[in-house]
Nanobody, 115 residues
Framework: QVQLVESGGGLVQPGGSLRLSCAASGLTFSLYPMSWYRQTPGKQRELVASITTDGSANYADSVKGRFTISRDNAKATMYLQMNNLKPEDTAVYYC?????????WGRGTQVTVSS
């Protein structure tokens, strides 16, 4: 059974930092491209950042220069370092693993940026 478990969310002031983690089990982690998505109420889930199996990263324009995605295949874990957080970054952040027709999601972790 595939499980993706996000952690590291919370309440942070504008300009602050958080590091999200996504621990994977039940799949061969190193074979899966991985992504972080986020969603706010009433809006579609949007892609924040993605990382290929060889570590190449891509980012949404809104987070470029502030967020860094990484992965540790030995630990089957993906990370999202978020710096200089803004109120508009407030959302539930989801971990995604996708390969061919297989797509898996975590349950999400809440990030709230507020003073």
């Amino acid at each position: 059974q595939v499980q993706l478990v996000e952690s590291g969310g919370g309440l942070v002031q504008p300009g602050g930092s958080l590091r999200l983690s996504c621990a994977a089990s039940g799949l061969t982690f190193s074979l899966y491209p991985m992504s972080w998505y986020r969603q706010t109420p009433g809006k579609q889930r949007e892609l924040v950042a993605s990382i290929t199996t060889d570590g190449s990263a891509n980012y949404a324009d809104s987070v470029k220069g502030r967020f860094t995605i990484s992965r540790d295949n030995a630990k089957a874990t993906m990370y999202l370092q978020m710096n200089n957080l803004k109120p508009e970054d407030t959302a539930v952040y989801y971990c995604n693993a996708e390969r061919w027709s297989l797509r898996y999601w975590g349950r999400g972790t809440q990030v709230t940026v507020s003073s």
